[in-house]
């Protein structure tokens, strides 16, 4: 019986995956509406909403010229982030991404909009890792991801140490991440980690000449309690 109806078994399966696919690129090619109204938040005043509507308006038609141009998008996403229409500046952002996945300075303004200004942080944790699996040796990217840790999200957990340790090992030259660390072990009293990460940063410092860095580890090595 199997056998007498597994070509329409099959052929069901093939079209079933076939109007998955189409729906699935359907909605990556979904271009936002260019012609709908700016929704602008209640502490944009007044004044600056005719000037910034103008410059919407023609930011909106050098995207139309070339829908396929990435700073138009960029530029049109942030023009959105500055009238407060976050509905409209989400839009943007996913689409220009949709257009170039691969593209770390977008992915890292994503997960900049997702930590600053929407205020989903498990999306911005998201785009910040997808932005690390392009380009593992970003350091801005590290320290967006220990800032969220430590601040906004996941703060009951050890994730703003974890991505340092991280950064440390893609990073070994760079002080901050040991700075960065010896702060946090300070903050949570683990005096010993803070003083082994700083006196790690502090040579690094130097020879990269952070001159105000390399006085800041000297502040907080002093501040701390003296070996037993």
């Given amino acids: 019986m199997i056998k007498k109806y597994a ?3 099959i052929l069901v399966a093939v079209i079933v995956l076939a109007v998955a696919y189409w729906v699935t690129t359907q909605q990556k090619s979904s271009v936002p509406s260019l012609d709908a109204a700016v929704v602008y938040g209640a502490k944009v005043p007044e004044g600056v909403r005719t000037a910034l509507g103008e410059k919407i308006t023609a930011q909106r038609q050098v995207v139309r010229e070339n829908m396929g141009n990435k700073y138009a998008w960029v530029n049109l996403a942030l023009f959105y982030a500055i009238a407060q229409d976050w509905e409209a500046t989400e839009a943007a952002w996913l689409y220009v991404n949709d257009l ?22 498990d999306l911005a944790e998201q785009y910040y890792r997808k932005s690390l699996a392009v380009d593992i040796a ?3 990217v590290y320290a967006e991801l220990h800032y969220l840790y430590s601040q906004q999200y996941k703060t009951d957990t050890r994730d703003a140490e974890t991505v340092l ?3 440390e090992e893609v990073l070994p030259f760079d002080p901050t991440f040991p700075y960065l ?4 072990y300070t903050k949570h009293g683990e005096v010993e980690s803070a003083r082994t990460q700083l006196l790690l940063a502090r040579p690094l410092a130097i020879k990269v000449e952070a001159i105000d860095l390399a006085a800041a580890i000297d502040k907080e090595l002093d501040a701390l309690p003296k070996s037993q």
């Fill in 165 to 167: 340790l991280e950064a």
């Fill in 181 to 184: 660390l010896g702060l946090w």
């Fill in 100 to 121: 170039y996945p691969n593209d770390t300075e977008l992915l890292n303004y994503i997960g900049n909009f997702y930590r600053n200004e929407s205020h989903t942080f």
């Fill in 7 to 9: 070509p329409y078994i």
């Fill in 138 to 140: 970003q350091p801005g």
